[in-house]
């Protein structure tokens, strides 16, 4: 998964993420810890990975966007955290150990959520990183972030996720679920890069279909592997959407459509690079592996 153009990106994420996060708090140790726990734990780091590549092929500084994209990586780790909970999706594992309200109590998981997402907009309207990125810039990276997390995005897709259990639902209503739930991020992540770069209208326009398809199709193979996969090769509970009659791609359309819509998603999203050119070919590349990969 960690292909070698990946790899410089992913040590500055870690570094960062390591240096943003508190070290201690007398009274408050345990959500720190919480937060610690979850956000060092590893992961695909897909959304900072991509807003850090797009920013770098509309000629940005990816060393001043930096900051932004640790900043969207504690939005989705807090979204995980709090996914995880007993009120919500109640999953005890989370990438091979146990969920934050697991190790932490459901309490203090909570709140290491809450404290993720507001040091995540603490990172961002910073004045020392808008001054290295540019102030309308910052704001309109702050501004994405917000739009992305909140109601309009990943909060809204989480609502019709939890009143989408024990019913079956239509396609388009689980198409805009998660466009709002897994692909909001991922589109800002996009969008994000472009803006913190200086991109183009037309980049802009690219970068977001690019991310829409990516994000589905993302979903879509998560779907797959929650059938197909097993829990030590993924890390957390497989068959869970079963188990809390939930529709998805594979009950909805079958594995073998549900395989042929993601590989129609991946293509399209490798289609719309095209106003970047040859450079783009590392996103083009990450597309593909998302498509096939076990976990």
Not at 40 to 59: H, M, T, Y
Not at 175 to 195: F, P, Q, Y
Request: aromatic letters at 4%.
């Amino acid at each position: 998964m960690k292909a070698g153009w990946q790899d410089a990106y992913l040590e500055q994420i870690e570094s960062m993420l390591d240096r943003l996060l508190p070290i201690q708090g007398e009274l408050y140790a345990d959500v720190i810890a919480a937060m610690r726990y979850s956000l060092l734990n590893g992961g695909k780091r897909i959304r900072p990975v991509l807003l850090l590549e797009f920013c770098r092929l509309c000629g940005g500084s990816t060393e001043a966007a930096l900051p932004y994209a640790c900043a969207l990586e504690m939005i989705h780790t807090y979204s995980l955290i709090h996914d995880d909970l007993p009120c919500m999706d109640d999953d005890g594992m989370r990438r091979g150990k146990p969920s934050c309200h697991k190790a932490f109590g459901e309490a203090t998981a909570l709140l290491a959520g809450d404290a993720l997402l507001t040091l995540a907009f603490e990172t961002a309207a910073a004045p020392e990183n808008g001054e290295r990125a540019g102030h309308a810039r910052a704001l309109s990276a702050a501004w994405e972030l917000a739009r992305a997390a909140g109601i309009h995005g990943m909060v809204g897709g989480q609502q019709i996720d939890l009143i989408s259990e024990g019913r079956a639902v239509p396609l388009d209503t689980l198409e805009l679920m998660d466009s709002c739930k897994t692909g909001a991020l991922i589109r800002a992540a996009a969008r994000v890069g472009c803006l913190l770069g200086g991109g183009s209208r037309e980049q802009l326009l690219a970068a977001e279909q690019y991310a829409g398809a990516l994000g589905l199709a993302f979903q879509i193979v998560d779907d797959i592997l929650d059938v197909t996969g097993t829990e030590e090769e993924l890390g957390k509970p497989v068959k869970s959407d079963a188990g809390r009659d939930k529709s998805t791609y594979v009950s909805l359309l079958g594995l073998a459509e549900a395989r042929q819509e993601a590989a129609r998603l991946t293509q399209k999203a490798v289609s719309a690079l095209e106003p970047f050119g040859p450079e783009a070919d590392n996103l083009r590349e990450l597309a593909e592996e998302l498509s096939v990969r076990q976990k």
